[in-house]
Structure formats: structure tokens, C-alpha cells
């Protein structure tokens, strides 16, 4: 009868300490731990494994496979209405953090309408797959990205009802993120399809609400805010994006879109107020050409960068 001992010796060369083993008379028992493996790894290892501890003495050869569930904060960027600069938000907040350290990854869940592409100079670039998962691109800021505009063609039209919209996202958030620990989540405007099943199977950690000073969009921020929580998910705090202009050539300030509006609905929704973002033509600049304003040192990253500092703070607290 082979010892256990003999056996943990045959597997170690192999097994990368992943395997646990157990003798049962003419049988071994191998649990292997495979975790962060993708599937095609994982059969190797356990060929490999299996082969190895085919050894005189042992009849049977039992592999139990276990992964222990990584665990990677999910933080949705939402608004209630469209063209208060969500998309913008999103992706100079995913920079801003990994210039602050942190492992980020970037999905534009905006199905019907991604912005990110542009925003992160991917255009014309086509994820791969590997083992039936998508590879998220690379981008030139540290922050590995997938859209839905990195899967159809430039300019074509996505009319997709709900279901067809509710599998898109999982095929973006299911991905190989590899060591990515946050996903910043860009979702569409409003409460619909993809926001329902982003609560329902791919659960975030906390929301960041994007709005502008008016009334109007505040008014459907609120919508949003309601969303989550009714479904329980924490609401990291309001934005207001587009806060003040100052014109180019006198240097006067205006409001165009009101003054100090989020910051009193957060105030009255109890919701922390995470800061103003300019109205600023060096940011809209900049983000059409595919150059964050987070990633430089800019004036025009430092918003992003003191909203991403609060968000780190909340991550570290969770």
C-alpha cells in the first residue's frame, strides 16, 4: 500500500502546491485547487496531476476540482438621463485609480450607445476570446477595457430588445480580467434592462451617480439613486459634472446649467457629495481625442483625481 507521503512527493513537480491528497485504500482522493486558472489550464493540470499519481499500489485515481470565488468590487457609474458626461466620468475615474494604484478594469455597458472607445483610443480595435471568454483590450493607460463598440461595426446601429442586451453584459463583465480587482462599470442612461440585470447577476459593491446642476437631470438622478437602493446597493455618492464655465477669452464665470443643485440633493438625500467637474472645454477636448485628462497633470484631471481619492477611500472601507 502506497504511502500518503509518496504520493504528495509524485504530485509536488506538478501540482504547484495545488493539490491536496488523501489515501483510501487502492484509491487516492486529489482535491485540486484551481483558482485564476482558466479552463484550458485547468484540464492540463489535471492530466498531468492524474498521470502522475498513477503509481503501483494505487487502482483508482478520484480528482475533485475547487476554486475559491476571487473576489472583484463591481462599482456602477449611472445617471438618470443621458448627456450629463457619465461615460467621461467613467473612464478618467478608472484611470484615476489605477494611477492611484489600484487594478482596474473598464466596461462600457452602455449597449446602445458606447462611448468608450473613443474616450480610451480603442477605435477599430476587436477583443479576442480564449477559452469562450473575452480578453479585454489594452489601452495605453493602464486600464484593460471592453464595449460593445469593440464588437460591432463603427456607425451600425445595435437595436437589441432586453434579453439580447441582458447577455451582451454578461459576456462584458464575465470576461478574463485577469488581476483586475475593481471594475468600473459605465451603464446606460436611465433604469432599464442592463441596470436591472447588472443589479440581479453581477452585483456592484456601490454606486457613483453622475448629474448636471439642473433641475431636470437631477430629477432623474434621483430615479437612479432609487434604483439602488431599493435593491440594496450602496450609493457611494452624487457628482456634478459640468459645474461652472469660465469663458476662454475674459475668464468670466458662468453657470449655464445652475449652481450648487447635487450638492443640495445629495444634502437632502442623505448621500454624500463627491464634488464638482467643470464645464471645461480642455476636458471635452481631450476626451475626443482619446486622451483622459485623469492621465495627465493637468488642471482638468485634478476633479477627476479628488473624486477618485474619495472612491478609493469608500473601497478601502468596504
Known sequence: MIEKAEL?????????????????????????????LPDAAQDALEADVRHAA???????????????????QLIAVASGKGGVGKSTVSANLAVALAR???????????????????????????????????????TRYGVPMLSMGGLVTDGQAIAWRGPMAAGA??????????????????L???????QLTMIQKHRPAGAVIVSTPQDLALIDATRAIDLFVKAGVPIIGLVENMAGYACPHCGELSDPFGQG???????KLGIPFLGRIPLDIAIRTASDAGTPPAAGNGPEGAAFTRLAGQVQDWLDGV
Do not use: C, F
Not at 446606460?188 to 442592463?194: A, F, H, I, L, R
Open 261 to 267: 443643485g447635487a450638492e443640495a440633493a445629495a444634502a
Open 100 to 138: 492611484g494604484g489600484r487594478r482596474v478594469g473598464l466596461v462600457d455597458a452602455d449597449i446602445y450607445g458606447p462611448s468608450q472607445p473613443r474616450l480610451m483610443a480603442t477605435q477599430g480595435q476587436k477583443p479576442q476570446a480564449h477559452d469562450k471568454k473575452l480578453v479585454p483590450l489594452a
Open 169 to 186: 453584459l454578461g459576456q462584458l463583465v464575465d470576461a478574463n480580467w485577469g488581476a483586475a480587482e475593481t471594475l468600473v462599470i459605465d
Open 8 to 36: 504528495e512527493a509524485a504530485l509536488a513537480p506538478v501540482s504547484a502546491g495545488r493539490a491536496t491528497v488523501r489515501i483510501d485504500g487502492a484509491r487516492a482522493n486529489v482535491i485540486l485547487d484551481v483558482t485564476g
Open 188 to 194: 446606460p442612461p436611465g433604469t432599464g434592462d442592463v
Open 54 to 72: 498513477t503509481l503501483p499500489g494505487i487502482a483508482e485515481v478520484r480528482i475533485a476540482r475547487t476554486a475559491t470565488r476571487t473576489t472583484r
